[in-house]
């Protein structure tokens, strides 16, 4: 069986996406499948980095997606590849299309038409059944339809055709976890490091976050598989990435921390939440050659992150951040949002002032801020919340800009964040719209 995994984005960020690795990895040891990558590079017919066979040439089109920007990209890989995007209007000689990816843990609707059958959640817990399903139909010459049929057996599919609609399994045992680096490569957007996901979930309840409340339970490996997967990789590989949605909450968080002293590991996490920042992590990272410390603030307003439950008071943070200067860390990234719900101009004020009181308090070399609007998602407590509007956010904007001039500042655009919330809270009727802002015609031209 002939399965071309498709990351709908550049090879960068495909390659740096730990579900995009563990399902290469699933499926090529599964004895049946041969699976090879492939990436959208914006124009053109796709063809594998393994074989540069061309896309339609394949059993199955399998997508990995986690982000709703690249649904556009989804449709355009295949139109540019000569596969009709509209399931409807594909037959048993066109590839099956597949679709996975955390995406699919929050709101698939939107890609029903392109799509012939969704995977719900952890590919680990039953994935593989689902391509197995479809290998048997096929020897046995069973029609597309015949084929969907028989994969609602499936408890994780969601099967737009038939209106069949499972529900996203969680893997509860991360020893089966595959989600680790499986080819290392210097072109990913973390260069050549391991990266090992530590734990699913999160066991904070932040309003606006969609981890808490699509990725439930929080589960977590314990620390001698941790350390056993580690010991597979340090002949080759010194540099390793902890991932999860918050790390430093990992309980056996020290445990892991002796074991990458003692064998000379650089270590870096994807976030930290500060007040959990330790002296004794803070000397480990900055032991393993990190100078940088991410800290996901939100909003300096204390007031406002009382009430998005963030539970990050002024006192808290300065002491993390004193721990974090302490160990030898040099500069700070900060990742803010604006457009919080009952956000006012108030709170700008107040997240200028927190932000020079660091910067006087501190002297790190270098501050910089990762501004993004507030996007409300499905199924948290936020979903109902509008977009901020276009205005109250370019006047905001400018007020961080204008009285915090000494500070790098990375803004993102207003429409992509307009898109995204469009894309996140649609349905089925999305699909003109998404034709139409991929750039491939209307429904009638397809």
Not at 264 to 290: E, H, M, N, P, W
Request: aromatic letters at 10%; charged letters at 25%.
């Amino acid at each position: 069986l002939k399965v071309a995994l498709v990351y709908p984005n550049s090879y960068s960020l495909g390659m740096s996406n730990l579900g995009y690795h563990a399902v290469y990895d699933l499926l090529n040891s599964s004895g049946i499948i041969r699976c090879e990558r492939f990436f959208y590079n914006g124009s053109g017919s796709l063809r594998s980095v393994e074989s540069n066979t061309l896309l339609n040439e394949f059993n199955i089109v399998a997508f990995s997606v986690s982000f709703e920007l690249d649904y556009f990209n989804l449709v355009s890989s295949l139109y540019q590849s000569g596969i009709n995007p509209l399931a409807s209007m594909r037959n048993i000689y066109d590839p099956i299309v597949i679709c996975g990816g955390a995406i699919t843990y929050i709101n698939p609707r939107p890609l029903s038409a392109f799509v012939d059958v969704f995977f719900l959640g952890d590919i680990e817990e039953g994935g593989l059944r689902l391509f197995e399903l479809i290998h048997e139909g096929m020897k046995k010459r069973m029609t597309k339809e015949e084929i969907l049929n028989t994969l609602s057996l499936l408890k994780s599919a969601y099967i737009p055709a038939t209106g069949y609609m499972g529900k996203a399994v969680r893997l509860s045992d991360l020893h089966r976890s595959r989600a680790e680096t499986v080819i290392l490569s210097s072109h990913s957007s973390f260069g050549k490091r391991y990266l090992l996901e530590i734990a699913k979930g999160c066991t904070r309840r932040c309003k606006f976050c969609v981890v808490p409340y699509s990725y439930f339970p929080y589960r977590f490996m314990e620390s001698d598989e941790v350390i056993a997967r580690l010991e597979k990789v340090k002949v080759r590989i010194k540099n390793i990435g902890l991932v999860s949605a918050t790390p430093s909450d990992y309980p056996y968080l020290n445990d892991v921390l002796d074991y990458l002293e003692d064998n000379d590991f650089s270590f870096s996490l994807s976030s930290i939440r500060i007040d959990t920042l330790s002296k004794r992590l803070a000397k480990v990272l900055v032991k393993g050659g990190q100078k940088t410390i991410t800290m996901g603030l939100e909003t300096g307003s204390e007031r406002l992150r009382k009430f998005i439950r963030k539970g990050l008071s002024n006192d808290k943070i300065f002491e993390g951040l004193s721990i974090a200067k302490e160990a030898g860390i040099q500069r700070l990234r900060i990742y803010l949002m604006l457009g919080l719900p009952t956000e006012i101009d108030d709170d700008i004020i107040e997240t200028v002032t927190l932000i020079e009181k660091i910067q006087s308090k501190f002297g790190f070399s270098a501050i910089k801020l990762n501004v993004n609007l507030f996007v409300p998602k499905p199924n948290t407590p936020f979903e109902r919340y509008d977009i901020c509007d276009k205005g109250t956010f370019t006047k905001r904007v400018k007020i961080l800009r204008k009285m915090l001039k000494r500070v790098i500042i990375k803004i993102k655009g207003y429409r992509s964040a307009r898109l995204e919330w469009y894309l996140s809270n649609g349905k089925e009727e999305l699909k003109d719209f998404i034709v139409r802002v991929a750039g491939i015609g209307k429904e009638d031209d397809l």
